[in-house]
């Protein structure tokens, strides 16, 4: 919580900290229909949020030990202030479960490729 407010204060914008219920909703239950991909460090879903907002929802793998969680919450940190064209926005995230999720803006498919020009 600590840490959010640090987010907060440095982010001078909303972060957002979302529900489950709200990122169990917006992904179908974390439906296999809206995976996105497979990272190194879990499974990244795509949401529909209530306002019509669409998300990607980061879900890492399991519960980590004490010092992964450090680092998450210093990357946490870090990611919530950056505000540039080429790196995806960090949006929020969800700590009330076991495993935790981040949510960031959802980036199109072709808007990942080098061609692509609406940047
Ligand atoms: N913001 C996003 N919008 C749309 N799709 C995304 C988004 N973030 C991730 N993805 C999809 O999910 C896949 C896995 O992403 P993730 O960030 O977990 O892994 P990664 O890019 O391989 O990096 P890492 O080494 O951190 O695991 C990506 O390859 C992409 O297809």
């Known amino acids: 919580m600590l840490l959010l407010h640090e987010i907060s204060l440095k ?55 004490s010092e992964q969680q450090k680092e998450f919450g210093k990357q946490m940190l870090i990611l919530s202030q950056i505000n540039h064209k080429n790196i995806v926005k960090l949006l929020g995230c969800c700590l009330e479960v076991e495993v935790p999720m981040l949510v960031y803006e959802f980036i199109p498919k072709n808007c990942r490729e080098a061609s692509c020009t609406c940047a």
Do not use: C, P, W
Not at 14 to 24: G, N
Not at 29 to 49: C, E
């Open 11 to 65: 982010q001078g914008t909303t972060f957002i900290v979302f529900t489950e219920a709200e990122l169990v909703e917006a992904t179908d239950n974390l439906a296999d229909k809206n995976i996105l991909g497979h990272g190194g460090f879990g499974t990244v879903y795509r949401g529909l949020l209530k306002d019509g907002g669409v998300v990607a929802v980061k879900r890492f793998i399991s519960s980590m030990a």
